[in-house]
Antibody
């Protein structure tokens, strides 16, 4: 079964850090460019970051540049998002997606004191 | 950050045709076109079309995408109750080196 499973979300204080993981199975993970997309409660989709298939190239939304880092381990079929200096406006469900074709169920990140 | 503009809502009757629009600039839609995604409440998005009118496996032919200049469109024919959802367009902005999403259109099937 083709699947992406996110983990690592939770409640964190402003200024804190979290690392999200996205485990892939059922498809050739190493062939796909991968994305993180977030969705604040009741709001639309917002693209966060992407990484190419071998991890050599990354891009970020302006709102997270310098604070978030995307990475991948193709040997472990896993995508990561290291999130530092978190702000209240980072509160959202975070989805990982393989070329926008395969999506996980999302993991909730809440930034609050 | 530059974005894509979608109408917030569209309402159409059962079995009618709905056309959803997505307007950007030449750095975005005018370049490689747009992808379209459907999202039902409480579920992750689902890809309907990419690079204008390429449908992933399993997506109904009732969904077709097109582009004219800097406006991308998604046409849904023979509307069904399950088509009631939020629809998002997305495209690569070459000037920002970033993907952008439209604000989404809520489609109501009457």
């Amino acid at each position: 079964e083709v699947q992406l499973v996110e983990s690592g979300g939770g409640l964190v204080q402003p200024g804190g850090s979290l690392r999200l993981s996205c485990a892939a199975s059922g498809f050739t993970f190493s062939s796909y460019w991968m994305h993180w997309v977030r969705q604040a409660p009741g709001k639309g989709l917002v693209w966060v970051s992407r990484i190419n298939s071998d991890g050599s190239s990354t891009n970020y939304a302006d709102s997270v540049k310098g604070r978030f880092t995307i990475s991948r381990d193709n040997a472990k079929n896993t995508l990561y998002l290291q999130m530092n200096s978190l702000r209240a406006e980072d509160t959202a469900v975070y989805y990982c997606a393989a070329a926008f074709d395969i999506w996980g169920q999302g993991t909730m990140v809440t930034v609050s004191s | 950050q530059a974005g894509l503009t979608q109408p917030p809502s569209v309402s159409k009757g059962l079995r009618q045709t709905a056309t959803l629009t997505c307007t950007g600039n030449s750095n975005i839609v005018g370049n490689q076109g747009a992808a379209w995604l459907q999202q039902h409440q409480g579920h992750p998005p689902k890809l309907l079309s990419y690079r204008n009118n390429n449908r992933p496996s399993g997506i109904s032919e009732r969904f077709s995408a097109s582009r004219s200049g800097n406006t991308a469109s998604l046409t849904i024919t023979g509307l069904q109750p399950d088509d009631e959802a939020d629809y998002y367009c997305s495209a690569w902005d070459s000037s920002l080196s970033a993907w952008v999403f439209g604000g989404g259109t809520k489609l109501t099937v009457l």
